[in-house]
């Protein structure tokens, strides 16, 4: 069984697009991330959620929000695509915070052309 | 300057090998992790450590929380140990994870 997965796998879309990527844990786990890992395969952290509510917020542009309808579901909506959004993004979940060991999703490439 | 450094940035071994991959960070923490990331992709913790040390079949982490370092060792390198092994760091009072640039270890047959 899947512990953290994420749709879709691959994402290709043009410019000033509005897309989504969904994740979905059945760990149980109380928090859930999203990271983004660029062309350099530098790994940053933009959001972090515990039980529903949104407790990092990095300084990431507007256009990007998380909703997590419930503890096992981050989604990820980008609005406006750019160029620079291209990247690798991967969810992530643990069981209660930073402190505790992280199961990552199998990541989603998003290429904007 | 990153709060998390890793170093070497490249590595490569021939199997059997002894290896050490090194991480310092600049800050007080909480946790220190270590992760792989696999040649397609995908990224798996092997360890979570606050004090002390952790085996795991082959790997081994240490740290050292006065000196600000942790390291990974690798005993018999085997060329499946090839990937990109990353350190990140829970600064004490954050729920935020920083991340080093990562070691790309590659392990010759």
């Known amino acids: 069984d899947t512990a953290v997965s994420q749709t879709p796998k691959y994402l290709v879309t043009q410019m000033g697009n509005d897309k989504s990527i969904k994740c979905e844990q059945n760990?149980?786990?109380?928090?859930m991330y999203w990271y983004k890992q660029d062309s350099k395969k530098f790994l940053k952290i933009m959001f972090s959620?515990?039980?529903?509510?949104?407790?990092i917020n990095e300084t990431v542009p507007n256009r990007f929000s998380p909703k997590s309808p419930d503890k096992a579901h981050l989604n990820l909506h980008i609005n406006s695509l750019e160029l620079g959004d291209s990247a690798v993004y991967f969810c992530?979940?643990?069981?209660?915070?930073?402190?505790?060991?992280?199961?990552f999703g199998p990541g989603t490439r998003l290429t904007v052309t | 300057k990153n709060e998390v450094e890793q170093s070497p940035q490249n590595l490569t071994a021939q199997e059997g090998e002894f290896i050490t991959i090194n991480c310092s960070y600049s800050?007080?923490?909480?946790?220190l992790h270590w992760l792989q990331q696999h040649p397609g992709g995908g990224i798996v913790s092997l360890f979570m450590?606050?004090?002390g040390k952790k085996k795991h079949g082959r790997l081994i982490a240490t740290i050292n929380i006065q000196e600000k370092h942790s390291s990974l060792h690798i005993t018999a390198s085997h060329p499946r140990d090839s990937a990109v092994y990353i350190c990140?760091?829970?600064?004490?009072?954050?729920?935020?994870?920083?991340f080093g640039k990562g070691m790309k270890l590659t392990v010759n047959p």
């Open positions: 992530a979940s643990s069981p209660r915070g930073q402190r505790y060991e992280q199961y």
């Open positions: 959620y515990n039980n529903k509510e949104l407790i």
């Open positions: 760990l149980g786990h109380d928090t």
């Open positions: 800050v007080g923490i909480s946790a």
């Open positions: 990140a760091a829970t600064p004490r009072g954050s729920e935020k994870l920083v």
């Open positions: 450590l606050s004090s």
